[in-house]
């Protein structure tokens, strides 16, 4: 269709413009989860990938608060800090420096004023009306076909020009939807609509989900005389039944399970974008090719295997601090408190942490063996090889012991170390744990109290 000419934010089409996107938060747990973080980052990507070219990009953090009863203003402040201190997004535009950078709210809830004179607009057209049995204000949709017309087209990144027939919608028997609720509290297809044009927005990236109320946005933006923007609609991350994703899907879940922040978001970009073997140790590597074309059409299945075998490829390979930081959040998510505290105070842990290099799981196991052992039972042959071993640690304190020496194999030896030291009989690297004890002057503590365990079992 012929859209009427649009008289409000127009551009000088002779420069390129910025490419600007928003991330639409509802300060709710849903945003956690991982199909919507995969959404976010391929929004994010979008614009920061400009930038990283040369061009200009924006990204901003709007609060999609219109449920006063449901959205708080501390959630949306912990998915800010979340997206930014977890995942490490850079947002431009954020709900603590919003009057700063744009001169107004980015929450909906404090923007109710500005909707008000775009309904009113609405009212004056005739295209909007105050239902009688409701209360609720609604949009005409036989109005705006009358006004404008029944079709109209919109322009999708991945899939081109896509064709709206709002006949079908009439023939479904959908002639209105919804602007306000009967407290004029404004409802999402007006507001995200408004903010969209006040902010600038170029191009609106989310779910293939979101893709049938396109149109409910359209007819708005339309008969408000707003300028087009660009839609996104990425693939869906669907269950082995192709279903989307339930129960222990929120990106907190998988931390407290073990997974790296790092890994789970290099499978949610991978799972969707490219091909899908690439490991993306950050999401500033990614955007250093991000193509927005590269981003698959079709809908894929979350696959645990694959995202448990990219966690230990990873870990293996991040940084240190990164690792030690991925510990430290898999404690914090499991509430061991103390457990943070003992490995942020203690800079011998840390490297030991390091040089072992294990899951998260394993690693808080050994961290809590090596801080407080817990001896089991010990083999009938380790038993046996104690006694020598006590004797040659009293007589030199300094040296680690030998098997050679004490003329005992290798394996019961090694197996007899670790009992002493960890109370386990296998451990990765009992030479590094006696470095440890030694270095924090507590191995001859750990000898008396292996040494009085052992008499207390014999």
């Known amino acids: 269709m012929n859209e009427k000419p649009i008289e409000r934010k127009q551009q000088n089409d002779s420069k390129k413009k910025p490419v600007v996107v928003r991330l639409g938060m509802s300060p709710v747990e849903g945003n956690k989860n991982i199909g919507a973080i995969r959404s976010h980052l391929y929004n994010y990507s979008l614009a920061q990938s400009e930038k990283q070219k040369g061009s200009e990009g924006k990204v901003i953090f709007r609060v999609d608060d219109t449920n006063a009863e449901e959205h708080k203003k501390e959630k949306a402040l912990e998915l800010l800090h979340f997206f930014s201190d977890v995942l490490g997004f850079e947002f431009d535009v954020t709900p603590e420096n919003s009057q700063e950078t744009i001169g107004q709210s980015v929450y909906q809830s404090e923007r109710q004023t500005i909707y008000s004179k775009y309904i009113e607009e609405l009212f004056d057209k005739k295209i909007a009306f105050v239902d009688k049995d409701s209360g609720l204000v609604l949009f005409d949709i036989e109005r705006f076909i009358d006004e404008y017309s029944d079709t109209f087209e919109f322009d999708d990144v991945l899939r081109g020009r896509i064709l709206v027939d709002l006949e079908k919608r009439l023939k479904s028997g959908q002639k209105y939807f919804p602007l306000m609720r009967s407290d004029r509290s404004v409802l999402y297809h007006l507001a995200t609509v408004v903010d969209d044009a006040e902010f600038g927005v170029t191009h609106v990236v989310r779910g293939q989900d979101k893709m049938p109320i396109v149109d409910f946005q359209e007819m708005v933006r339309i008969a408000l005389g707003f300028e ?144 407080f052992p817990n001896f089991e039972k010990p083999d009938e042959d380790v038993r046996d090889a104690l006694p020598c071993i006590f004797r040659e640690m009293e007589s030199y304190p300094d040296v680690f012991p030998s098997c050679e020496v004490l003329r005992l194999k290798k394996d019961t030896f090694f197996k007899a170390m670790s009992w002493l030291l960890v109370g386990k009989q296998t451990f990765p690297d009992i030479n590094a744990v006696y470095a440890y004890l030694k270095s924090r002057q507590t191995l001859q503590d750990r000898l008396k109290v292996a040494e009085n365990t052992l008499i207390i079992r014999s």
């Open 228 to 371: 087009p923007k660009k839609y996104l609609h990425t693939p869906l991350l669907l269950d082995e039944r192709g279903k989307m994703l339930g129960g222990a899907s929120n990106f907190d879940d998988f931390i407290r399970k073990g997974i790296l922040p790092q890994a789970l978001v290099s499978y949610l970009i991978s799972s969707g974008y490219g091909r899908s073997n690439v490991v993306y140790p950050s999401i500033s590597q990614f955007l250093e090719t991000f193509d927005a074309n590269k981003i698959h059409r079709a809908n894929g299945k979350f696959d645990p295997e694959k995202l448990a075998s990219l966690n230990k490829k990873l870990i293996k390979t991040i940084t240190p601090d990164i690792y030690l930081a991925s510990v430290e959040l898999y404690l914090a998510k499991n509430h061991e408190d103390a457990l943070v505290q003992s490995l942020e105070s203690d800079e011998a842990l840390q490297k030991l942490l390091i040089s072992l290099r294990r899951e998260p799981e394993e690693a808080v196991r050994m961290i809590r063996s090596i801080l």
